[in-house]
């Protein structure tokens, strides 16, 4: 027997249905309204990440920038080198003190380039072949979990350093030289008096025998020519300065080029004086100080064989409450130049590379300079020149508004061009 469903029982399904329908969709309906929710809520906070991010990369940009201004900032030259040996960065220190740009090491091993400089690793000072005197020392590269991720080379000039230890080790040196030698001068000098005594007195008995008496003449000129040079030991071992005045220095300065006359005109060499100002003005002994000009100029004559050209120059320090604080004298040439294995010696008594040299004539002027409370220094390059650089106290009374009576410092401030010397200036009638 077939049994049909009322229509009532039909429609109470079909309402079933419906409301099955409406609470379903009406359940979709909040979770798309709470998963679009949830979504804003995504965007926002991934919106916020992104700012959080781009605010990281931001600061760890300007980080990176500074970090790596101060690398290229550092005196201490820095290569950092990666695992696999190759050089990953050169500051520009680094750059300088190999005399290699930094592109041109980056990406070759450290191997290959210590090498080719010859520069080993170590706490003792080398010198490289542009003249720098460098450390290097060699590090690893951690990280803050303490894996090594390289090496990181030091270099530190030490240049000035060793030129102060140069410096401090001539002096000692110079020093128990000129002992020393003062001890033989005294010691010559007796003798020498008695040879010059008894010498005269033959001239005078010889009278009558030209011939024996040149030869007498010229035991009298030998010993004269001693006595100079015992007068220029002891003047190298103990220079005396009590006679120091106020002078002005150009006059010196062309006394000094007209005693070395002939041997400019001879070189054909230029003279280019810039005296700083008119009123310059050096405390000093004035017969002292021209032939501690003259020696120098002589020997940068004679570093100019072939001619060329030199630069004398001075420059008055004043501080800012107007006191002198020292004068600065430099002579340049074109000459020749110096080696670097010559420069620690030039001042040492009878070191000559000339065969006509006595090799004191340096070593004077390192005495005098010094003896009058100066600095003496001296850069070369072969085949370039040489340039002498003196830097001389202000001398006693420089007070703020005047270094002597007669010179104010506002006259010292008076800017004056250099010129370029004729010879009727410098070269005596």
């Excluded at 001075?314 to 501080?319: G, M, P, Q, R, T």
């Excluded at 002579?331 to 020749?336: A, C, K, M, N, Y």
């Excluded at 670097?340 to 390192?366: M, Q, W």
């Excluded at 010179?407 to 070269?427: C, F, K, M, S, V």
Aim: charged share 20%.
């Amino acid at each position: 027997m077939t049994i049909q469903a009322t229509p009532t029982k039909e429609t109470d399904l079909l309402q079933h249905a419906f409301r099955t329908f409406d609470h379903a969709a009406d359940q979709l309906q909040k979770s798309y309204a709470a998963l679009t929710a949830r979504l804003d809520q995504l965007d926002v906070e991934l919106a916020e990440r992104n700012q959080a991010l781009r605010q990281k990369l931001r600061e760890n940009e300007t980080m990176r920038a500074y970090l790596s201004a101060i690398l290229e900032s550092l005196t201490t030259g820095v290569i950092v080198i990666g695992t696999s040996g190759e050089i990953e960065r050169v500051n520009r220190a680094a750059s300088l003190l190999l005399g290699v740009v930094n592109t041109e090491l980056e990406g070759r091993t450290w191997q290959e380039v210590s090498d080719q400089i010859g520069l080993l690793i170590g706490s003792y000072p080398f010198s490289l072949s542009n003249g720098v005197v460098v450390t290097a020392t060699d590090s690893p590269l951690t990280n803050a979990q303490g894996d090594i991720l390289g090496r990181i080379i030091l270099l530190q000039d030490v240049t000035p350093i060793r030129r102060l230890e140069e410096q401090l080790h001539r002096r000692d040196r110079l020093a128990a030289m000129g002992e020393m030698v003062g001890h033989i001068a005294h010691e010559i000098r007796n003798p020498l008096g008695s040879i010059e005594l008894f010498a005269s007195l033959l001239q005078r008995d010889l009278k009558s025998s030209p011939t024996l008496k040149q030869y007498a003449e010229q035991i009298s000129t030998a010993v004269h020519m001693l006595d100079r040079l015992l007068g220029n030991l002891l003047l190298y071992t103990k220079p005396d300065c009590s006679r120091a005045r106020w002078h002005m220095l150009e006059p010196i300065v062309l006394d000094a080029l007209a005693l070395a006359a002939s041997a400019i005109a001879r070189c054909r060499v230029d003279i280019q004086l810039n005296i700083g100002s008119p009123a310059t003005r050096l405390w000093c002994d004035a017969d002292q100080m021209r032939q501690v000009l003259l020696n120098v100029i002589l020997n940068a004559v004679q570093a100019m064989p072939q001619g060329g050209r030199m630069t004398i120059r001075s420059n008055a320090e004043i501080d800012a409450e107007g006191r002198l604080l020292a004068i600065t004298l430099t002579v340049s040439d074109t000459g020749v130049g110096i080696p670097a294995s010559h420069l620690s010696r030039i001042f040492d008594p009878f070191f000559t590379t000339r065969e006509d040299g006595s090799g004191l004539g340096l070593a004077i002027v390192h005495a005098i300079v010094e003896g009058h409370g100066g600095r003496i220094t001296v850069e070369s390059a072969v085949g370039q020149g040489t340039t002498f650089t003196f830097r001389f106290p202000g001398g006693p009374g420089c007070q703020p508004g005047s270094c002597d009576k007669n010179a104010g410092i506002e006259q010292l401030r008076e800017p004056r061009e250099p010129r370029l010397l004729t010879h009727q200036e410098w070269i005596p009638a």
